[in-house]
């Protein structure tokens, strides 16, 4: 899959799941939808590319991104792979101890 070049593929109840972690410290994980013409989005932060997360304050999405093209992931994976580093759009919560 020419859209996935250079992710890492891991096994995953819905197929595949492949992670790309940029060096902006986000990333993503991109699985297929239950009718496999279409894909799920998560953006993700990361540290040391070691340990990640799904991020919800990115600026793009506050949830996954569901029922995607194969265009519109490509897109998505630019939008994140561009963001730049460090960014926070949403305040952290008060009451989370761990961001």
């Not at 070049?5 to 994980?29: C, E, L, T, W």
């Not at 265009?71 to 008060?94: S, T, Y």
Request: aromatic share 12%; net charge neutral.
């Amino acid at each position: 899959m020419v859209m996935f070049r250079g992710f890492d593929f891991r096994k995953h109840p819905a197929g595949f799941q492949a992670v790309a972690m940029f060096d902006n410290g986000f990333g993503v994980s991109v699985i297929p939808e239950p009718d496999m013409r279409h894909y799920e989005v998560a953006i993700l932060r990361h540290e040391g590319k070691a340990r990640s997360h799904i991020c919800y304050d990115s600026g793009l999405t506050d949830d996954v991104f569901r029922y995607l093209t194969r265009d519109e992931v490509h897109a998505i994976i630019m939008r994140a792979r561009n963001l730049k580093a460090g960014l926070r759009i949403v305040e952290p919560d008060p009451f989370v101890s761990s961001y």
